[in-house]
């Protein structure tokens, strides 16, 4: 079972304030690598949804999504979203994310 990591503007309940920026989205899925070839949005091999103005992350399942961890952190910095994980009902901040390791090659 994938667990997933949801970005966007949320307020303590989980419901969304306002819809996240999609170009600045775009911007940090291209700059991460993030299509496959059917140029579906994915992060570390696994799709990405969008729903109600918010990004979902496929983050742990099996093993962490540190692609997507890394994601989630630049869309925080650049955008002050939030990020939860809606099934547990927790908000989650960046300082518990790892992040990907090796942040250059994933500069694109």
């Known amino acids: ?14 419901a969304v304030t306002k819809p ?10 291209t700059e991460m690598g993030g299509t496959d070839a059917d140029c ?3 992060l570390g091999g696994w799709k990405v949804r969008f729903e109600d103005g918010c990004v ?3 983050w742990l399942g099996g093993r962490v999504n540190r692609v997507a961890e890394e994601f989630a ?11 939860a994980d809606r ?5 989650i901040e ?9 942040k ?3 500069a694109g």
């Open 1 to 14: 079972m994938i667990h997933n990591l949801t970005a966007g503007h949320l307020d303590q309940d989980g």
């Open 20 to 29: 996240l920026d999609m170009r600045v989205v775009r911007k940090l899925l």
């Open 40 to 42: 579906e949005p994915t």
């Open 73 to 83: 952190i630049r869309l925080h910095r650049e955008t002050g979203c939030s990020l």
């Open 94 to 102: 960046p300082a518990q994310l790892q992040g990907a390791k090796d």
């Open 87 to 91: 099934e547990h009902g927790r908000l």
């Open 104 to 106: 250059a090659a994933l």
């Open 56 to 58: 979902i992350l496929p």
